[in-house]
């Protein structure tokens, strides 16, 4: 039924685009073919997806930013064309969606739940305390070596792995283990002299 209702709207489109301008019948043209591979692939992207990442929100979302890639590319020459496109761009699509949730280590961000965080109370001495001892570690980062400090945000505030940051800053993988290794000395060594003072 709703395949009969989206092959009719595609009908009328064609319809309305030989009876209008240039510009118009471009445009409309367009709408139709975003139609028809909406109407042709929206149910394989689905799937394709689905097996692959299993939210539905995300399922959604990333077969709205195939269909974006698509308008953006342009026509396809032939209808094989099209398919191995579909398929491609979905591919790149998960590709950069994992990347994304990657570099943001969405995995291990808490939900604002407010019935678990909402009842907090954040002192003025509290935020106080918390500012000065995030300035104090700042400090204590930006004495080190521009590539220690980069080794160690990339390792313990990005969370990626050793062998990725060496693939990533072109390095050795014991260069960068050694790396670590100086400014976690640094770094608790300043952090403990200045609880010493």
């Not at 980069?150 to 940051?165: A, D, K, P, S, V």
Request: glycine residues 4%.
């Amino acid at each position: 039924m709703l395949e009969r209702r989206q092959t009719a709207g595609i009908l009328a489109c064609e319809e309305e685009a030989v009876e209008c301008s240039d510009g118009k019948r471009d445009v409309l043209h367009e709408q139709t073919r975003m139609l028809r591979l909406h109407g042709r692939f929206r149910v394989a992207l689905q799937r394709y997806f689905s097996r692959r990442v299993g939210s539905r929100p995300d399922v959604d979302d990333l077969v709205q930013d195939v269909f974006e890639r698509l308008m953006r590319r342009g026509p396809v020459r032939n209808d094989e064309e099209v398919d191995a496109y579909v398929f491609t761009t979905a591919n790149n699509v998960l590709i950069d969606s994992h990347r994304r949730k990657q570099a943001r280590c969405e995995r291990q961000h808490q939900q604002f739940l407010p019935d678990v965080h909402g009842d907090a109370d954040f002192s003025s001495e509290d935020v106080t305390a918390s500012k000065e001892q995030l300035a104090r570690v700042s400090t204590i980062l930006h004495e080190l070596p521009e590539r220690t400090r980069t080794i160690f945000i990339l390792r313990r505030l990005e969370n990626m792995r050793y062998g990725e940051i060496a693939r990533h800053l072109g390095i050795s993988l014991s260069t960068t283990e050694k790396h670590m290794q100086r400014a976690m000395l640094h770094v608790s060594s300043r952090m403990n002299d200045d609880d010493q003072r």
